[in-house]
């Protein structure tokens, strides 16, 4: 079962980060193709331009840690696709952390589909990175933050 682990440094505070991250309607602001996102409870439903849609159990949604978990049924050719996000406090701001291993449905297509996987991380976490780095909070603003 192929695993990945990619992250990227945020030039805000690991609060600011989480703001965004912790967000779970705006997933597609920062990851290409979704076009509509809603939540049920702790179920996430993105819909995606071609009209298919995956849905999203979230687990362990923690704000003290700053981080949850995901299973995702549906949208690709994979199963026991999970992962998780989070965001860890660095000297210089936060970093965003996503974890995610699935198991391809056709295993002689697991290179490509890793392939492509690994391939998108680093796309979804920039986008994510500049979302982020647009609501650095400045003088006027830090008072008027809110929690996720």
């Known amino acids: 079962m192929p695993s990945f ?23 597609d602001r920062w990851i290409p193709g979704i076009t509509q996102v809603e939540l049920d409870g702790m ?13 999203e159990a979230i687990l362990d949604y923690t704000p003290a840690t700053r981080s949850y978990r995901y299973t995702i049924d549906g949208g690709l050719p994979v199963a026991d696709n999970q992962g998780r996000f989070a965001v860890e406090p660095t000297p210089r701001g936060a970093t965003i952390v996503w974890e995610s ?3 391809a449905l056709d295993p ?15 796309v ?25």
């Open 5 to 27: 682990t990619h992250s990227i440094q945020v030039d805000v505070d690991p609060d600011t980060a989480w703001q965004v991250l912790g967000d779970l309607t705006t997933v």
């Open 43 to 55: 179920t996430r439903v993105c819909t995606f331009a071609d009209g298919h849609t995956q849905h």
């Open 101 to 103: 291993s699935f198991r």
């Open 108 to 122: 002689a297509a697991e290179a490509e589909i890793s392939r492509l996987w690994a391939g998108m991380l680093p």
């Open 124 to 148: 979804v976490l920039g986008n994510l990175k500049t979302l982020i780095e647009q609501r650095r909070p400045g003088p006027a603003t830090t008072a008027g933050k809110h929690p996720a």
